[in-house]
């Protein structure tokens, strides 16, 4: 038997690949699966096929603009277009097609304690041999269980703005908070947000200034900080998605890392952290290190990066690679401007 805490996409799509070898129970707090949505819901097109539906995107965007302090923007033709998720239908998506496999999932059941393999809920317990934890950034399962370890956060802010906008081009501020975006659903309803540990509020209104519109509803919540020292196995308890931090820090997204570290339960158990690691721990490690050096900017240094970045041969190389894979062109970004090095060690 296999218990998994939290039904959001790296807890269905865990479940989805275990149920072939294991019978698989997911229990989730919330009375609804995808709500309350607490993200943006834009990622790459690198969604795993077997998950991949049309019916949960809202919008393809081929097109960012990134906009210095000094308000000068380099565009960058994505070599995929980006997609705007329905959120909540995204995750009953794939939490229909671990049910298909045989996966229970059992709603309005919050996890209260982890103690030698029992589960402890408000109205039941469970003893299983293997425990994944799905179950976000503040994971009950790795804070019993001794994996939790000294976290960092960020707070995130987002509202659904109603105005006039490019459907066409997501937008991210350098030099508002420490990540700011426009993410449009489309051509009249964007989400806009901001995710700080600095001043958020204030920040977060500069953005709305920029933007216009008028506030639809508000969203927030608290982003893990991917911790490479950390261990996300132990005693047959496993940890996946927000619960493991496995979080993009350039750009704070994590739905792509936690479906690339549920795939890996596909081949089963043993060696999940390992092999977890192989596919993810460098290009998560680089992303850190970006986000440090890119903390450490004032204006200038914003304005200095956008200008190196507009130039044809940079240009190119952005357009020919996702942003979930930097190892793969950062070498090739240094070798056409080493003058970058500054802003990337």
């Known amino acids: 038997m296999v218990s998994i805490i939290g039904a959001g996409p790296a807890g269905s799509y865990s479940g989805f690949n275990l149920a072939k070898k294991y019978d ?6 919330d009375k609804e699966i995808g709500k309350p949505v607490q993200c943006t819901g834009i990622i790459t097109n690198n969604l795993p096929r077997e998950i991949y539906s049309e019916d949960y ?6 097109e960012a603009e990134i906009i210095a302090p000094n308000h000068k923007s380099l565009f960058i033709n994505l070599r995929n277009k980006n997609l705007v998720l329905d959120r909540s239908k995204f995750d009953c998506f794939i939490a229909d097609k671990a049910r298909e496999r045989g996966v229970k999932i059992i709603t309005n059941e919050k996890l209260i304690r982890l103690k030698d393999h029992e589960l402890i809920f408000k109205n039941l317990r469970v003893k299983d041999e293997f425990i994944i934890g799905a179950d976000g950034p503040f994971s009950r399962v790795a804070r019993d269980s001794g ?6 956060f960020i707070a995130a802010k987002q509202v659904r703005l109603k105005g ?20 449009p659903e489309n051509n009249k309803i964007a989400r806009v947000g901001i995710a700080s540990n600095k001043n958020l509020n204030i920040e977060f209104k500069k953005i709305l200034k920029l933007e216009g519109g008028k506030i639809i509803n508000k969203q927030g919540g608290i982003i893990p900080i991917y911790n490479p020292l950390s261990r996300i196995s132990k005693d047959n308890i496993f940890l996946v998605g927000d619960a493991a931090t496995q979080i993009k820090t350039t750009t704070f997204g994590g739905i792509i890392p936690g ?14 952290e390992f092999r977890v690691n192989q596919k993810l721990k460098k290009e998560l490690i680089l992303n850190s290190r970006m986000r440090k050096r890119l903390d450490r900017l004032n204006d200038k240094g914003y304005n ?7 130039q044809e041969k940079l240009k190119k190389v952005m357009e020919s690679y996702d942003r979930d894979f930097p190892s793969r062109f950062v070498v090739r970004l240094l070798l056409k401007e080493p003058r970058l090095l500054k802003f990337i060690s």
């Open 259 to 272: 479906l690339i570290a549920a795939r890996e339960f596909s081949k089963g158990f043993k060696n999940y």
């Open 24 to 29: 698989v129970k997911i229990y989730e707090e």
């Open 164 to 183: 006039k906008f490019n459907e066409d081009l997501v937008k991210f501020y350098l030099g508002i908070g420490t990540f700011s975006w426009v993410v």
């Open 304 to 310: 200095e990066l956008v200008e190196l970045f507009s």
């Open 147 to 152: 994996l939790f370890n000294k976290r960092k």
């Open 57 to 62: 995107i809202l919008n393809k965007i081929p």
